[in-house]
């Protein structure tokens, strides 16, 4: 099982980016999916997260400005960013809790990260 992130890159203040996160291989099942971040000299911090029926939960810092939404047959999630701020600029991960096909319960994955970075 592999998350592959994208949809990283540099933008302006106040612009928008929108991250994609695809699941792939041999895949039960996908649970919880969810997005984390982690800027330079500090620790990663969770962003979002998005259950299967949809339900959704945002950090304080990006509610508002950023939504998660999810594609269950593709088994992708992605995350539009709007009003970003230089605060923002981290590199971002996706995460996600999923039953490989085999086994009993969830594994817990992580994509590698992808770069987003606020600057004028």
């Known amino acids: 099982v592999q998350l592959q992130a994208s949809g990283g890159g540099l933008v302006q203040p106040g612009g928008s980016l929108r991250l994609s996160c695809a699941a792939s291989?041999?895949?039960?099942?996908?649970?919880?999916m969810g997005w984390y971040r982690q800027a330079p000299g500090k620790e990663r911090e969770w962003v979002a997260a998005?259950?299967?029926?949809?339900?959704?939960n945002y950090a304080e810092s990006v509610k508002g400005r950023f939504t998660i939404s999810r594609a269950n047959a593709q088994n992708t999630v992605y995350l539009q960013m709007n009003s970003l701020k230089p605060e923002d600029t981290a590199v971002y991960y996706c995460?996600?809790?999923?039953?490989?096909?085999?086994?009993?319960?969830?594994?817990?994955?992580w994509g590698k990260g992808t770069q987003v970075t606020v600057s004028s």
């Open positions: 291989g041999s895949i039960s099942s996908v649970n919880v």
């Open positions: 998005i259950t299967l029926s949809g339900t959704t």
């Open positions: 995460n996600g809790k999923i039953t490989p096909v085999g086994v009993a319960g969830y594994m817990t994955y």
